[in-house]
């Protein structure tokens, strides 16, 4: 989660689309609605939080929608 070199801003949007995009195929991908989906939910919550709360040098902290 430490970039030297870059914008973790950049990369971090990408990921978040790239996850939106990936769990719009629950069915495909076989994610059970109570269980698995709720796991992974509470997985990229936390992410989201360890993200926000890294320090990024001279950048602005990085804010999830």
Do not use: C
Not at 2 to 11: Q, T, V
Not at 17 to 43: C, P
Request: net charge negative.
């Amino acid at each position: 989660m430490h970039d030297n070199e870059g914008s973790m801003d950049g990369m971090m949007k990408g990921l978040a689309s790239m996850w939106k995009r990936l769990l719009k195929n629950d069915e495909k991908l076989g994610i059970d609605a109570e269980y698995t989906r709720s796991g992974i939910t509470q997985f990229l919550a936390d992410f989201k939080k360890q993200v926000e709360d890294m320090e990024v040098g001279d950048d602005d902290p990085i804010e999830f929608e």
